[in-house]
């Protein structure tokens, strides 16, 4: 979920709800990006640059557009943890969907099932049924409780479904 707030400067920041272990992951990706793959691109580019004329040397170009995609990655990973709050276990419940939680929903139209694990945007994994608040599925559940039935508009249309059961998720 994302949430505003001001910095010192007025503007206004979005804040990231994220678990622990994605903090965790978040950090030791910035940390191998900043004291390991720095030094190996310096190192590529410094071979690539022993190969003569500038001009056509494609393996420098290429080097360099690498170099600054991992610089790019390194300034978005630092933006998102100092922007980030940790979910606090303890403040979830399962009386509503929220982030934290997870959901099974029985979809009206074809009387099928799913279970969906509710998770902040940078978290999203729809290969493992983990939810954004902000994807218009997640938007739609979150705040309704058990026996509700509620309607999801996503891209493909219209989704009327009935939450069955909330529980706590493993963070």
């Given at each position: 979920?994302?949430?505003?707030?001001?910095?010192?400067?007025?503007?206004?920041?979005?804040?990231?709800?994220?678990?622990?272990?994605?903090?965790?992951e978040?950090?030791?990706?910035?940390?191998?990006?900043?004291?390991?793959?720095?030094?190996?691109?310096?190192?590529?580019?410094?071979?690539?640059?022993?190969?003569?004329?500038?001009?056509?040397?494609?393996?420098?170009?290429?080097?360099?557009?690498?170099?600054?995609?991992?610089?790019?990655?390194?300034?978005?990973?630092?933006?998102?943890?100092?922007?980030?709050?940790?979910?606090?276990?303890?403040?979830?419940?399962?009386?509503?969907?929220?982030?934290?939680?997870?959901?099974?929903?029985?979809?009206?139209?074809?009387d099928?099932?799913?279970?969906?694990?509710?998770?902040?945007?940078?978290?999203?994994?729809?290969?493992?049924?983990?939810?954004?608040?902000?994807?218009?599925?997640?938007?739609?559940?979150i705040?309704?409780?058990?026996?509700?039935?509620?309607?999801?508009?996503?891209?493909?249309?219209?989704?009327?479904?009935?939450?069955?059961?909330?529980?706590?998720?493993?963070?």
């Amino acid at each position: 979920m994302a949430i505003q707030k001001g910095n010192r400067k007025g503007k206004m920041t979005q804040e990231f709800l994220i678990s622990k272990s994605k903090l965790v992951e978040l950090e030791h990706e910035l940390d191998y990006l900043k004291s390991v793959k720095r030094q190996e691109m310096a190192a590529v580019i410094k071979e690539a640059l022993s190969h003569g004329d500038l001009s056509e040397n494609s393996e420098y170009d290429e080097a360099k557009n690498a170099q600054a995609i991992m610089e790019a990655r390194i300034v978005e990973l630092e933006k998102m943890l100092q922007n980030s709050r940790v979910i606090d276990e303890e403040s979830i419940t399962t009386d509503h969907v929220a982030i934290g939680v997870r959901v099974e929903v029985l979809f009206i139209d074809d009387d099928e099932t799913e279970i969906y694990d509710i998770v902040s945007s940078g978290e999203a994994d729809a290969m493992h049924n983990k939810i954004s608040d902000e994807s218009p599925l997640g938007h739609a559940l979150i705040g309704h409780r058990i026996g509700e039935v509620i309607t999801a508009q996503t891209p493909g249309g219209s989704l009327e479904m009935k939450i069955m059961k909330i529980e706590k998720q493993s963070l």
